[in-house]
């Protein structure tokens, strides 16, 4: 399978919940917000605690595990937890996905 582009924002599917997703080329890992982790089932299992190193500092985060469908792909992705009450989206795809055969068009 060829590369896929992607737009700054996507539509993403977990669990069958449709949810607006920010793509951004700086975040190393994804993320999601903690409130829709908890409402879509994901906390339940944790994968593990991740040390995330952002503008803010440092800070230790769990992570999570779940599948995505993006652009008609189902990825196993890995989120870090956080708190993204004062962020538009509450989710972010970072590097970690972004590597698997994906081009962003921000124009899109």
């Known amino acids: ?11 993403v599917k977990i669990n ?3 949810i607006l ?3 951004d080329t700086g975040a190393e890992k994804s993320s999601i917000h903690l409130d829709l982790a908890q409402k879509l089932g994901l906390t339940k299992d944790l994968w593990g605690i991740r040390r995330i190193i952002s503008s803010n500092g440092s800070e230790y985060r769990p992570v999570i595990k779940s599948k995505v469908k ?4 189902v990825l196993p992705i890995k989120f870090t937890v ?7 989206y509450p989710i972010l795809i ?3 996905v972004l590597k698997r055969n994906f081009l962003i068009d921000v124009t899109k």
């Open 70 to 73: 993006i652009n008609n792909r």
């Open 16 to 18: 069958n919940k449709k």
């Open 21 to 23: 997703a920010k793509v």
């Open 94 to 96: 970072g590097r970690d």
């Open 1 to 11: 399978m060829g590369k896929q582009i992607l737009g700054a924002i996507e539509t």
């Open 82 to 88: 956080t708190r993204r009450d004062e962020l538009k």
